[in-house]
């Protein structure tokens, strides 16, 4: 992703999660994104807690949780670490 500056989250999302296989090909994308833009989000968002989940198998998936308790999920198999960062982008606005 070519995008200079990492995106800034906050308004109704309170946290986000992401769930991913440590081997798996369909999660590849996620540990890929992980590597690439963890810490450059983090840096803009220090106050967002942004959880990171490992566990064998599982299907890759990002988890927002947004204001009184409610959550929403996207599936990430098979995306590259890009979508991947475009859906954690979009969590606010499902």
Do not use: T
Request: aromatic share 6%.
């Amino acid at each position: 992703m070519a995008a200079a500056k990492a995106i800034r989250l906050g308004g109704a999302l309170k946290e986000v999660r992401l769930h991913l296989c440590q081997k798996s090909a369909a999660s590849a994308g996620a540990r890929e994104f992980v590597e690439k833009h963890y810490v450059p989000l983090k840096l803009e968002n220090p106050q967002m807690p942004i959880l990171i989940r490992e566990c064998s198998g599982i299907i890759p998936k990002a988890w927002g949780r947004l204001a009184y308790g409610r959550e929403v999920s996207i599936d990430l198999a098979n995306k590259s670490a890009d979508d991947v960062y475009l859906a954690v982008a979009s969590l606010e606005q499902k």
